[in-house]
């Protein structure tokens, strides 16, 4: 049986559209596979579970990953504030929050996010 996908909400840091991530788990880390944007009709359960890697594994982005579907950006960050996740491109030095509006330099790695969902 495969194992149940982990979704949790990527905010577009360029367009502010909201989008769904769809995460694995591979060995340790989380693993990042895909964005899709969310329908501008459709509501997701804002309650959920925090998500964790296990054994000092981190967040990574899997190779199959195509980018934020609105702004096509290669990488994903969570803000340190609002602990959102939203689309970085690894080529800004800075990214700049579309959830609380923070900007700041990225530093460290994720180990930690806030799922959609009762998982
Ligand atoms: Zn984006
Ligand atoms: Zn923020």
Known sequence: MPEQPI???VTCSA??????????R???NLELKGVSRQ???SVLPMSGSQ????DG?????SADYRGCPSCGADNVVRCSRCHQLACWDSSQPVF???SCGKSGPVTGVITRFSTL???
């Not at 367009?15 to 694995?24: D, I």
């Not at 998500?51 to 296990?54: C, G, N, S």
């Not at 594994?57 to 982005?61: L, M, P």
Request: charged content about 10%; some cysteine; glycine content about 24%.
């Open 57 to 61: 594994g981190s967040f990574t982005i």
């Open 117 to 119: 969902g009762g998982g």
């Open 51 to 54: 998500t964790q890697a296990t």
């Open 39 to 41: 329908r501008p009709d």
């Open 7 to 9: 979704l949790a909400n």
């Open 26 to 28: 591979q060995g340790a």
């Open 15 to 24: 367009t502010r559209h909201p989008g769904v991530g769809r995460f694995g």
């Open 96 to 98: 700049h929050c579309p």
